[in-house]
């Protein structure tokens, strides 16, 4: 007998950002694969005798490695199990939930797709941040900025992005200086704004700003790490204006 398997967006940090289809998803599970970003509190809307299973991945550390998630899913599902794949943001920006959904296709396992809200949209709004805006920003980009120049990873079209109003880095602290190198190579003004908000929509959001030529030090001087969203473009102006989330800390920029 076939179970069933829901892959589902968890949102950016703050629990309350879970969609209602999310958290049915979370009360009806048998099985729960999740991931390291996914606040904590929600797994205590599971059943009882719901199964959990860590599948966080970090630098040096795994829980499951995308295979053996693969064939976790699968195998649960073909036991009958109502199974959820809980994922931080949305599973398909950057979550790798498309090759879970292949995979499951594969299988002949039935399955479902739950949206989350994504923190390159999420952590700014909280910043007082608009990605968009009518006198600032009329595009807007969502980019990894994992790859590096040396490892031969570098595929980002800089040409391209350097023309975009607003772009939201995901996965980045450790790349900015090449970021902020290669936006202005490509036509971005040094001066251009930058935000990098540190856990954000959480209790330890914490939000630094500069410009391109400076970023990278300001990340440096505050010791800013991962998890944190990179924002560049104009609309990093307007959070003087419109900032109304209380930050863990005092302002640092």
Known sequence: MSGFVYIVGAGPGDPKLLTIRGLECIQQADVILYDRL????????AKADAELIYCGKEPGR??????????????????????????????FVFGRGAEEAAILRQA???FEIVPGITAGIAAPAYAGIPVTHRDHAASFAIV????????????????????I??????MSIGNIAHIAKSLITYGKSETTPVAVIEWGTTKNQRT???????????????????PSMILVGEVVSLRDQIAWFIEKEHELC
């Open 38 to 45: 996914v606040n904590a509190e929600l797994l205590k809307y």
């Open 108 to 110: 002949h396992i039935p």
């Open 144 to 163: 990894t900025g994992h790859g590096r120049p040396e490892k031969e990873q570098d595929f980002l079209n800089w040409s391209a992005l350097a023309q």
């Open 165 to 170: 109003d607003t772009v939201a880095f995901y």
């Open 208 to 226: 630094i700003t500069g410009n391109l030529s400076t970023i990278a030090q300001d990340i440096q001087k505050h010791r800013i790490s991962n």
């Open 62 to 91: 795994h829980g499951l490695i995308q295979d053996e998630i693969h064939r976790v899913l699968v195998e649960q599902a073909n036991l009958g199990k109502q199974v959820l794949r809980l994922k931080g943001g949305d599973p």
